[in-house]
């Protein structure tokens, strides 16, 4: 109910009217077969526009899920260069995982063998599984930890509910805090991964480069002279 009057109106073809009394802008709405909807309430006079009122919610919430659906993306996290990855920079990792996940955005994870760990592929699932645990808070896994390759990959996907409940309570709490800037945490994402990869090419590069042979000299079959070891200890 609109009980500020006059109003500022705009009629059901988008044209300016001018200042209107708000019953006379409702009988017009009538006569018209829609609604008075206020579209700008915090001026004065506020603005009223004559439209489909319900037509005009579903675009709306149309425009928002098109939004929210460009909004995701899926990012992905290394877990370094091989199993022996330090517990520290594993745990920056999940942390960084929790941000992107919290900020609406899927997962993916990725831990790589290096030459013999590839035996040892447990110990990736194991660490897989553990982080599935430290995120099950804001997360849900969306395809579980799968080995291909030299490689094991975990996607996670945000869950909703749950990133709502955590938001409310810190809010509640008075602890919300401010969303950090998610293009710094890409590029630190980003440097992570072009490190680990350069890493990895130049290891390959030298693994493949010819080894060099040393050179020896003639071996000296000659015995020694115990005469000649003699005078050069007396002669210092």
Not at 119 to 135: P, S, T
Not at 169 to 194: I, P, S, T
């Amino acid at each position: 109910m609109i009980r500020i009057s006059p109003i500022r109106l705009i009629d059901e073809n988008g044209e300016q009217r001018g200042l209107v009394d708000t019953p006379d802008a409702m009988r017009m709405a009538q006569a018209a077969g829609l609604d008075l909807v206020e579209v700008v309430a915090d001026s004065r006079p506020p603005v009223c526009k004559i439209m489909d009122y319900g037509k005009h919610k579903y675009d709306q919430s149309k425009k928002e899920a098109k939004a929210r659906q460009h909004g995701s993306e899926l990012k992905e996290i290394r877990l370094g260069r091989s199993l022996k990855i330090d517990p520290h920079d594993v745990k920056i990792r999940i942390d960084q995982a929790r941000r992107f996940l919290m900020a609406g955005h899927k997962v993916q994870i990725v831990q790589r063998f290096r030459g013999r760990e590839i035996v040892h592929k447990q110990m990736g699932e194991e660490r897989m599984f553990q982080i599935c645990q430290d995120l099950a808070d804001v997360s849900k896994i969306d395809m579980a930890p799968k080995t291909a390759g030299r490689s094991i990959t975990l996607l996670l996907s945000p869950d909703k509910d749950k990133i709502k409940a955590i938001k409310d309570r810190l809010f509640q709490e008075g602890k919300k805090q401010a969303e950090e800037d998610l293009a710094e945490l890409e590029a630190q994402v980003a440097a992570q991964n072009a490190a680990d990869e350069l890493a990895e090419q130049q290891e390959e590069s030298h693994a493949k480069a010819p080894k060099k042979k040393s050179k020896k000299g003639p071996k000296d079959n000659r015995a020694s002279n115990p005469v000649d070891d003699e005078i050069a200890d007396l002669l210092g």
